[in-house]
């Protein structure tokens, strides 16, 4: 007897708790709709604070980390609603108003997003804090961009025991930014910043992913004047005053590649619904080369194998390149090609952990932490670089395995799906960060598992 997890029985911080057992060999096939972008809504959530009226946002999917904003915007007297229809988020910042450390604190959960209220808080508000920076919940992430862009507006950082404090007694003026690296969420620390600073401001060395285009487009409903030219170069001419916006967010090309890689892993069909070609032109060129199908229609794309899997050398990269959130699922989908596969992980310095957990399943796959010497690279000066070779095919076992972040967490599960056996998945409450409905979906596809912690 299936029992469904549904979303309130998934841990909202992200914390772990849920334990699945799945049991595999069985191809997944039907049909999945995915809504908006998780790394555009929360941005575009935060973007409301800067209206002088209340914003619409439609395509809101019901995960936790939308959830994390919500209530961020909320101790921040931000009044959230629910529309009428389904996914539709009302925000009023009319009675904006500061929140303290604790606060901020007690509602970010693990998430990074309380960075990206500075910009439209020291508008507002003149203040921005950021808390427990010191800890392990930003991880290895740094926020130095972020800063340096800030400081660059005419904001004053300060450091203490309860976190970062930034101010801006002055205002914030345009500026001359550029990033050591196309930053997504500097990019947008940048764009929701310079937007109401006096002047303009140019940025160089911008994140130009449809995310960050999507935001853009945010902005201009909102009044903001932003010019993206040739070569990563973005200007802002700063406006004294922007309104609401009303938007439908952009899909989520993640979600939409986490769904077709479990096609290809399990040798299904997946039809995902809400998934568009243009932005996902990188992510089909090797879906086809690893010896996938794919049939794109009016309100989505249908996903299968074409034949035999092929191996693939790929490296992840900013737009428009192959994103570092694709390669966990596709690795799972690579362990059943014939040969060797080489994944070059540029953007960040440690994610093929989850590699571990595909290994105990009967995987043959091996991480260079310094990359292969000798090897083509197009971002060669990249110190982060780490390198996993796997080779293929292997039949993948069921085992007890742990679910250690968003991505590496979904590619655990395709693998327990694609294994022979049962596997026990436990920390399962993550996913729900950036995966709406995800058990309901997977069972709808004919996934056979149980929910048994
Ligand atoms: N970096 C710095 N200093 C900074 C900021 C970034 O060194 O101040 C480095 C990072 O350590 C990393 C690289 O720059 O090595 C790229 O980080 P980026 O700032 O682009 O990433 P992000 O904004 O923190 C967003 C997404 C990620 C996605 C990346 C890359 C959100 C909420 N997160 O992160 O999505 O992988 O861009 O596209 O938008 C996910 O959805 O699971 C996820 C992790």
Redesign the pocket.
């Known amino acids: 007897m299936k029992t469904l997890l549904n979303e309130s029985a998934v841990s909202p911080s992200g914390g772990s708790g849920e334990v699945l057992a799945v049991r595999g060999g069985r191809a997944l096939r039907g049909r999945v709709e995915v809504k908006g972008a998780?790394?555009l809504v929360?941005k575009a959530m935060v973007a409301a604070l800067l209206g002088e009226t209340p914003s619409i946002l439609r395509d809101v999917p019901s995960i936790s980390d939308v959830k994390v904003v919500r209530s961020l915007l909320e101790v921040h007297g931000v009044t959230v609603a629910d529309g009428e229809n389904e996914g539709e988020l009302i925000l009023d910042p009319s009675g904006a108003v500061a929140a303290h450390f604790e606060e901020i604190d007690a509602h970010a959960g693990a998430s990074?997003i309380p960075i990206l209220f500075c910009g439209p808080l020291l508008h507002l508000l003149g203040e921005a804090l950021i808390p427990d920076l010191g800890g392990c919940r930003i991880g290895?992430?740094?926020?130095?961009?972020?800063m340096d862009a800030l400081r660059a507006f005419g904001a004053i950082v300060d450091k203490s025991y309860e976190g970062i404090r930034i101010t801006a007694p002055n205002g914030l003026k345009g500026a001359h930014i550029e990033l050591p690296?196309p930053?997504?969420?500097?990019t947008e620390q940048v764009l929701l910043t310079a937007v109401k600073a006096e002047g303009i401001t140019e940025l160089k060395n911008a994140?130009i992913?449809p995310?960050i285009m999507d935001l853009i487009a945010v902005l201009q409903k909102m009044g903001a004047i932003i010019t993206v030219e040739p070569n990563r170069v973005i200007f802002i001419e700063g406006v004294d005053t922007l309104r609401g916006y009303d938007h439908r967010a952009i899909f989520d090309r993640?979600e939409a590649a986490s769904w077709a890689c479990a096609a290809l892993a399990t040798d299904g069909e997946i039809f995902v619904g809400g998934a568009k070609q243009q932005d996902m032109l990188t992510f089909l060129n090797v879906f086809r080369k690893v010896g996938g199908w794919f049939d794109v229609r009016e309100d989505g794309i249908n996903f299968r194998r074409g034949g035999p899997l092929t191996p693939v050398t790929v490296e992840t990269d900013?737009h428009p390149g192959f994103?570092?959130?694709w390669q966990q699922p596709l690795i799972v989908a690579l362990t059943q090609a014939e040969g060797e596969s080489i994944v070059h992980e540029t953007?960040?310095?440690n994610r093929f952990g989850f590699t571990d957990a595909l290994v105990k399943m009967g995987a043959d796959i091996v991480v260079h932490p310094h990359g292969l010497d000798g090897d083509y690279r197009r971002v060669a000066q990249r110190e982060?670089e780490q390198a996993a070779v796997i080779n293929g095919p292997t039949p993948l076992h069921g085992a007890r395995i742990e679910v250690p972040d968003?991505?590496g967490g979904y590619s655990h599960l395709i693998a327990a799906l694609t294994a022979e056996g049962e596997s026990v998945v436990s920390g399962v409450g993550i996913l729900s960060r950036?995966y709406e409905k995800l058990f309901d979906k997977l069972a709808a596809l004919g996934a056979d598992f149980d929910v048994i912690g």
């Open positions: 998780k790394n929360t990074r290895d992430r740094p926020i130095n961009f972020h690296y930053s997504v969420g500097a994140a992913e995310e993640n900013v994103m570092t959130d953007v960040y310095e982060l968003l991505r950036g």
